[in-house]
T-cell receptor
Framework: KNEVEQSPQNLTAQEGEFITINCSYS?????LHWLQQHPGGGIVSLFM???GKKKHGRLIATINIQEKHSSLHITASHPRDSAVYIC?????????FGTGTSLTVIP | GEEVAQTPKHLVRGEGQKAKLYCAPI?????VFWYQQVLKNEFKFLIS????????ETGMPKERFSAKCLPNSPCSLEIQATKLEDSAVYFC??????????????FGQGTRLTVV
């Protein structure tokens, strides 16, 4: 069993739709990261959370430490949001990565 | 702004050649981690450093892989005699402190190694 589970694995949305990607984890963590990976491989760090909620532009990330769950929301989705979104948790001096959610936003 | 700098972005090597990848952590960050992304979203831990000391190397294939973090130099990951299966994206991350709550880690953009 993976320490980090993401859902859905694949997501297709129409431009403008509200999108939610979920992440559940089973280990004790000090922080949770949401990463974005475009074709070609480069990783962009979107958020680091240890509690509560963060917002950056159209992106919102929340975490519930008691439930060991985090969500990444994208409001008013756009084709340029198409990418793989990866949830990664830091537990001690290790990172555990989810298998990613592949998002395609259709114009 | 703050950035973990990985070079090169892309590296192509013939099977059996050496490959050397670099990671410059953010200034003041003591911890560096290397991960290998082989399959689409499968990340394998390789090694971590606390300053120039190896902190955890449980993921390193010791036969052909080596890594260093020397003072005032980027960290490096070297693969001797590359094999086709070494083709992957290699990521590094750095942080100021060990895994204390709220300690932010920063990820590099990765180096895509292709062994042909």
């Amino acid at each position: 069993k993976n320490e980090v589970e993401q859902s859905p694995q694949n997501l297709t949305a129409q431009e403008g739709e509200f999108i939610t990607i979920n992440c559940s984890y089973s280990v004790g963590i000090s922080a949770l990261h949401w990463l974005q990976q475009h074709p070609g491989g480069g990783i962009v760090s979107l958020f680091m959370l240890s509690s509560g909620k963060k917002k950056h532009g159209r992106l919102i990330a929340t975490i519930n430490i008691q439930e060991k769950h985090s969500s990444l929301h994208i409001t008013a989705s756009h084709p340029r949001d198409s990418a793989v979104y990866i949830c990664a948790v830091r537990s001690g001096n290790q990172f555990y990565f989810g298998t990613g959610t592949s998002l395609t936003v259709i114009p | 702004g703050e950035e973990v700098a990985q070079t090169p972005k892309h590296l192509v090597r013939g099977e059996g050649q050496k490959a050397k990848l670099y990671c410059a952590p953010i200034k003041g960050h003591s911890y560096v981690f290397w991960y290998q992304q082989v399959l689409k979203n499968e990340f394998k831990f390789l090694i971590s450093f606390q300053n120039e000391n190896v902190f955890d190397e449980t993921g390193m294939p010791k036969e052909r892989f080596s890594a260093k973090c020397l003072p005032n130099s980027p960290c490096s990951l070297e693969i001797q005699a590359t094999k086709l299966e070494d083709s992957a994206v290699y990521f590094c991350a750095s942080s100021r402190l060990p895994g204390s709550p709220g300690t932010e880690a920063f990820f590099g953009q990765g180096t895509r190694l292709t062994v042909v």
